[in-house]
């Protein structure tokens, strides 16, 4: 396959993950859905890891084994809770907006604690990203949107947060995990391990992530919620992480990244066929403008 359409498959699964994820994550709550999630996620990880990674590549001396556990903690722990946690107030086409801003959130920790370069391209590429995030957020709507995608739950500003938390636990994770890589992990053995040590820290923490979260939502588990959970979880952390890596592996890594940076651009049509209703002239602008300028960011080195 083609690297081009590895990584464009990898980002349109993420968009169907996450639109897919939306209404399961109001009606259970954003932390309680994560952890439920995470525990489908571990499961499937686990096997793949187990057919197509190495676990006796993982390096279990001390420094590694902290950096895997931190960012299994900032990333996922506190990542991913905060980030189903504004799926469930924001809305997915807002929050997946929000969340582009990882990427120049690990271009600024890069340089500010990793003294690495920032380009005056890499500066215009994140002036673009956040640009585009106010654009697709405060001017994405348009009149007559009445589905319960677009409805904001709570104070608006709070649900910006959360999604803002969300990317900034996404950034320092993959910060986090890269030393791991380059003692010669296999990716397939991080991303599983990752997730089987946030599982059951997900579950120790639940009661104070719902209070923090404010989650009062606690809709009955039943067979329909659990296909929900396997069907993200395997889109998300298996299908799309396949893709992904089969385009680093067939192509140059710049490309592929900004190539799968295109999540929320997909996510416009899916939102449009899902609910019947166009997106705002905003939301289109303000995604394009977030793509150009990620592709600026990635495709200078930060």
Known sequence: MPYQVAALGAAFFWALSGLVAATPSRELGGPRFTRLRMVVASALLFIVASIFGDWSSLPLDGRSVAFLVGSAVVGLLIGDAALFTAFARFGPRRTSMVFTTNAPMAAIIGVVILDEEWTALGVLGT????????????????PGQVHRFETIVGNPLTAFGWALLGALGQAIGAILIDPVFDAGASTWTVSASRVLIATPLLWIFARPLDKMA???????????????????????????????????????????????????????????????????????IG????????????????
């Open 214 to 284: 404010q989650s009062e939502n606690r809709a009955p588990m039943t067979l329909r919620y659990w296909a929900i959970l396997g069907l993200s979880a395997a889109m998300a952390m298996v299908i799309g992480m396949t893709l992904l890596l089969d385009s680093f592996k067939n192509g140059p890594i710049g490309p592929a990244t900004i190539l799968s940076a295109t999540t929320p651009i997909m996510m416009l049509p899916l939102l449009w066929m899902a609910t019947k209703e166009r997106p705002g002239v905003g939301s289109w």
């Open 127 to 142: 002036v673009l990203i956040v640009i585009g995030v106010l654009l697709a957020v405060f001017f994405g709507n348009k």
């Open 287 to 302: 995604a394009l403008v977030a793509f150009v300028g990620t592709a600026l960011l990635v495709g200078t080195g930060g």
